[in-house]
Every structure is written in C-alpha cells, then in structure tokens.
C-alpha cells in the first residue's frame, strides 16, 4: 500500500527508542529513565488536576508553567517554550530554527535522534568527529555552517563540557543559533541557562524524563532569547494548540516546586555512578568520565554485544549501539542501590568467566 505514501516518507529512517520490555524482575538500565519515582508534590499535582475540568482543553500556552520555569531559571515567561517531552521540542528547534542553506553541525557520536530529525526535515547537516577521548573540541567546530547543535552532557558518552568551552563556541558563531541539549546536566554539568542574557544565539533545551523522574508524562522545554522563543511558538501554533495536557503541566510545577527531593535523588544518582565507575574499572572496564545518570564503557577482552545478550540472559538490560567507533561500548543507566548490586555481582560474573 505504500504507492499512498507521500514521496518523503519513503526516504525516512524513523527513531529506534530503547525497549520497554514486559518482562517481571527485570533490571531496566536502558533508557536513561530516573531509578526513583516522582516527588510527592508532582504525584500529588496530578492527584489534584483530575479534579480538574477535562472536559475542557488544557492552557495552550502553558503560562502557569512558563512562569514556574522562568521563576526557577531567572528568566521571564517569554524566554521559556514548552512541550511534549524535549523530542518533541527538538523536532521544533529543528523546523524553526537549525535548517538553513549552511549544514547544521552536530558530533559523530551522539544523541542519534538529530539525523532523524535531519531527515523529517530536510535539514541538511555534517557531522564533527569527538577526539581520541571521546570529547567535543569547541575548535573542531570553527567552520562554516548553519546552526550547532549537541547534548551537554553529550550522550551516549556522558562527556561534559565546561560553561568557558560553550562560551567560547558561542562567541565563535555570533551568527549561527547553538543549541545545548541539557537532557543529563543535573547529574555533574553546570547549565548555560546563566549565558542567555548574554547570547541571543543560545538555546537550552531540558526534560523532565531523566532528572525530575517524570518521563512517563512527556514534558520538555527550551530556553533562549525571545526571538528563539517566538519561531518556537511560531512552529508549535502550526502544529498542535495542546502539546501539554492538564495532568503533565500539574506534575511539572509540583516537580520544580520540590527542590530539596529533586538534589536528594540526584545526588544518590550521582554516588551510585561514582561507585559503579569504580567497581567497572577494577574490573578491568574503560569507563568514559560521566556527568550523567549513566556510564559508558568498553573492557579489551570482552565483546560489547555479547556482554549486552549475556546480561540480558540475567534480565538486566543494557543499550549497546552498533555503530562507528562506539560498537565495543555498553551503555548502562544508574539504577537504585539494588539494582547496582545485583548488575555488580553479574558483571562480576561474567568478567572472571569471558574476560
Ligand atoms: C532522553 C533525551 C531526550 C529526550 O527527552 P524527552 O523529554 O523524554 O523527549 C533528548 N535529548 C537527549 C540527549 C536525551 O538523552
């Protein structure tokens, strides 16, 4: 039946998301989601808005929201746009502002859901190669281009760059739009936010999937400058009114508006990723420095992908990608204490036995 499919949608290579598998007893470290649940405000939030009228549509401008996040980052509401989880953000930052007639640049080793959106859109792009270390050289990027786009932490790699580093790019490209991909910064990164008063061409771009443990709701935003703003609302008000519906918008203020939980988890995320580190590395594993809910390592005698099937055969489920320069790595998201043990005591395992 695809002779109705319009002439792009042939030319499509769609997003593969980590699986949800339905498994019991399953240690899930694939996807980055938070090992610890929502803070008491955000479930009470939602409690509360089913209360609500939902008969009616949602704000489609999301002001109490807006106003929660610009309160939080010292910004006004008309530096702040919302949506459906940050993919769907993304997708708009694309449209609106990365496709011009200069390639947009990205690192070869990445979030993988930027070719896609390349390909959606039309945006024409090139990639610029992490060094040895896996790391971004702002310098690798002074060449001609369109716009900039990466993730700070950069994932799959959890590699930070430092505030001075993400300056020095901006000023490098007074012209161009950069745009920071914050979906890890709360796990050890400093966020650029605190540069948007300063740099009409930077835009943050955040979620609430990873740190405020609301991935199951779908909220993400961005923040900038309000002309980077306007194309946003430009672009979502041709698209959809209600990208946030009552519910996700209650569990978004209720989370922000729970500071002390938001630090306690992240800070546990944090130490159980330092202890993993150091358990892998005396393993013999090469862990990559992380600043993100998760680690991303290589060990020289034992394959990737088996190491993936093998620990999938203990029902622990790891993300391994088969793809340039990253196909000896596994990725692997922090879990609770439990969960770390028992992934410990497996790779343990099976180090002593393959490796
Ligand atoms: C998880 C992730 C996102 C998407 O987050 P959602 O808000 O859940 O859509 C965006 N960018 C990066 C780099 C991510 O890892």
């Given at each position: 039946m695809s002779q109705f499919w319009s002439k792009i949608v042939h030319e499509l290579t769609?997003?593969?998301?980590?699986?949800?598998?339905?498994?019991?007893?399953l240690v899930k470290l694939n996807t980055n989601e938070n090992p610890y649940p929502p803070s008491p405000k955000a479930l009470e939030a939602i409690r509360q808005a089913t209360n609500n009228l939902l008969t009616l549509y949602p704000d489609p401008n999301a002001d109490a929201l807006k106003s929660t996040l610009?309160?939080?980052?010292?910004?006004?509401?008309?530096?702040?746009?919302?949506?459906?989880?940050?993919?769907?953000?993304?997708?708009?930052?694309?449209?609106?502002?990365?496709?011009h007639d200069k390639p947009l640049l990205f690192p070869d080793i990445t979030y993988s859901f930027y070719p896609v959106y390349c390909g959606l859109y039309q945006v024409d792009y090139r990639t610029v190669a992490l060094n040895e270390a896996f790391a971004i050289d702002v310098d690798d990027y002074n060449q001609e281009c369109g716009a900039i786009i990466f993730p700070n932490p950069n994932a799959p790699t959890g590699r930070v760059l430092e505030l001075e580093a993400i300056k020095r790019l901006l000023k490098n490209h007074p012209n161009q739009v950069v745009v920071v991909d914050e979906a890890y910064i709360d796990f050890g990164g400093q966020s650029a936010a605190v540069l948007i008063d300063q740099y009409p061409n930077l835009l943050v771009?955040?979620?609430?999937?990873?740190?405020?443990?609301?991935?199951g709701m779908r909220v993400g935003f961005a923040l900038g400058h309000a002309t980077l703003i306007e194309?946003?609302?430009?672009?979502k008000n041709s698209f959809n009114s209600y990208p946030l519906d009552k519910l996700a918008m209650a569990a978004a203020i209720g989370a922000f508006e729970d500071q002390p939980y938001f630090e306690t988890t992240c800070q546990k995320i944090i130490d159980t990723r330092e202890q993993l580190t150091q358990f892998m590395q005396d393993l013999g594993f090469n862990v990559i420095p992380s600043a993100a809910n998760f680690v991303f390592a290589t060990h020289p005698k034992v394959d990737a992908a088996t190491l993936t099937q093998q620990l999938r055969d203990e029902s622990i489920i790891v993300r391994y990608f088969k793809l340039p320069r990253i196909d000896q790595y596994v990725r692997i998201t922090i879990g609770t204490d439990a969960e770390n043990a028992r992934l410990c005591e497996v790779l343990a395992k099976l180090v002593v036995t393959t490796g």
């Open positions: 769609p997003y593969v998301p980590g699986e949800q598998p339905k498994m019991a007893n610009a309160k939080h980052f010292n910004l006004t509401s008309h530096n702040v746009f919302v949506g459906n989880g940050s993919d769907e953000v993304l997708a708009h930052v694309f449209q609106a502002l990365l496709k771009v955040q979620t609430l999937s990873k740190s405020r443990s609301l991935a194309a946003l609302e430009r672009v």
